[in-house]
């Protein structure tokens, strides 16, 4: 009974906004035909475009994409007792994460994709030209590099996203996107061909590099930077860094004690919730107004543990053991919109 399809409330409400087809991976009852698959490569082979594919918790990530499909997951950090990524409590009945047991690939055909709420490995971007993705909401695992951009791409946006490895890529991108997304361990980006793009309310934790570009032109705000910054034809604004990362002027913030910014206790990302009297409150512009620098500020929230913004069950209760048959079973649960 534990093991409850948690985002099964969701598809409901999707159901009732779209007209494309819900399939369901890793689903631990009777399958349903056209409905439920083992693997999320089988879900998509089998999906048109603009379906949506659930990942229950367990379920692997696995895939090569090449149509544009809405891959949604439990989120990810959700368990408290967890040593290594202590998680967030009361968030999903079921603690249990997407499994991240190898890469996504996204080849022809797999532009409009979105991942939302997914423990994934890594990503790469296979075929040229591809467009308008997002990855929000999601954990990008693998400790030696999570994105690679092995062919030219645009409009690629990356929301509310955690990354543990390199973001790397030496083609043209265009209109490449980072909001509100933290950089853990050993993440930071890389590119060293022409691209172009904006970094908004992002963490970089990594001491020894945080973000570098070759060519071309971009623009990175109210984000907090422990590592490098390097690029020719970028504009920084109202950022803050441990040393001299950014230039004077334009709000930058220089020499700031990392420990004087947050608050550094509790959940693995719920640590980067600015402390008390932090110099980052209020240091950001979001348009007109005011805004916290990091992860926690600007027009798109960072969300803990990356809960997708669908309907889920965040407390339950069940009898235990074996119910005789023709019996009436009570069973308690909570649910949250999550928007």
């Keep these: 009974m534990k093991k409850l399809f948690l985002l099964s409330v969701a598809a409901m409400f999707i159901c009732s906004l779209s007209f494309a087809t819900i399939r369901r991976v890793g689903f631990f009852g009777p399958a349903v035909s056209g409905v439920d698959y083992s693997s999320l490569q089988l879900a998509h082979d089998a999906s048109a475009a603009g379906d949506t594919i659930m990942m229950i918790p367990g379920a692997s990530t696995v895939c090569s ?16 007792a967890d040593a290594t990524f202590p998680g967030n409590a009361g968030l999903q009945a079921n603690i249990n994460s997407t499994a991240s047991l190898g890469p996504i690939s996204f080849g022809a055909g797999s532009s409009n994709t979105q991942i939302i709420g997914c ?21 990008l695992s693998f400790p030696n590099y999570s994105v690679l951009f092995n062919a030219s791409a645009s409009n690629v946006t990356f929301q509310q996203c955690v990354f543990n490895g390199v ?3 030496s083609q043209a991108l265009n209109n490449i996107s980072f909001l509100n997304c933290l950089f853990v361990n050993t993440g930071y980006i890389q590119f060293s061909g022409a691209t172009s793009g904006l970094i908004n309310n992002c963490i970089f934790s990594y001491s020894n590099a945080g973000f570098s570009f ?25 950022n803050i860094g441990t040393g001299v990362q950014f230039p004077a002027g334009n709000g930058n913030q220089q020499n700031v004690p990392w420990a004087s910014i947050f608050n550094l206790i509790g959940s693995y990302d719920g640590q980067y919730a600015l402390k008390v009297g932090s110099p980052a ?6 348009g007109a107004a005011a805004t916290d620098c990091g992860i926690f500020g600007g027009a798109t929230p960072y969300r803990l543990s990356g809960i ?14 074996t119910i005789p048959a023709g019996n009436t079973v009570q069973i308690n649960l909570s649910t949250r919109s999550n928007n």
């Design 281 to 286: 409150i209020g240091a950001g512009i979001n």
């Design 119 to 139: 423990s994934i490995y890594y990503l790469t971007f296979d075929s040229p030209s591809l467009a308008n993705i997002l990855i929000k909401r999601s954990y």
């Design 167 to 169: 973001v790397s890529g």
């Design 308 to 321: 997708p913004s669908v309907p889920a069950i965040y407390a339950l209760t069940s009898p235990q053991g």
């Design 65 to 80: 994409i090449t149509k544009g499909l809405v891959i949604i997951g439990p989120g990810f950090f959700l368990n408290p």
């Design 214 to 238: 070759g060519a071309g032109g971009w623009q990175v705000s109210n984000s907090i930077n422990k590592g490098s910054a390097a690029g020719t034809n970028v504009a920084y604004t109202n």
